[in-house]
Nanobody, 124 residues
């Protein structure tokens, strides 16, 4: 089994920054690409960003390009999401996800493991 534990969410004013972390434990050798998704109330889960196993390939959703940065620890078991210039529309529960695919995928069904989520609230 694989466990993904997110942390770093919270309340921040518009224009501020937060860094989310996702620590993987258990059978981490089965995880290759990892990603972040978010879901706001009444909306579908949205792809935010993804990173390949090596960290050499990163992909971002259009709504966060230029503001968010995804990275991965050298041990490959922790993924970070640095969120700058936050906007009220970034308010959502953010989920970490792990995939058995080597390529970065943007569709949620391509991910095999999910964390419980961490709330990010951006006030105006």
């Amino acid at each position: 089994q694989v466990q993904l534990d997110e942390s770093g969410g919270g309340l921040v004013q518009a224009g501020g920054s937060l860094r989310l972390s996702c620590a993987a434990s258990g059978r981490t050798f089965s995880i290759y690409a990892m990603g972040w998704f978010r879901q706001a109330p009444g909306k579908e889960r949205e792809f935010v960003s993804g990173i390949s196993w090596s960290g050499g390939v990163t992909v971002y959703g259009d709504s966060v390009k230029g503001r968010f940065t995804i990275s991965r620890s050298n041990a490959k078991t922790t993924v970070y999401l640095l969120m700058n210039s936050l906007k009220p529309e970034d308010t959502a529960v953010y989920y970490c996800a792990g995939s058995k695919n080597t390529a970065v995928m943007t569709a949620a069904y391509n991910y095999d493991y999910w964390g419980q989520g961490t709330q990010v609230t951006v006030s105006s």
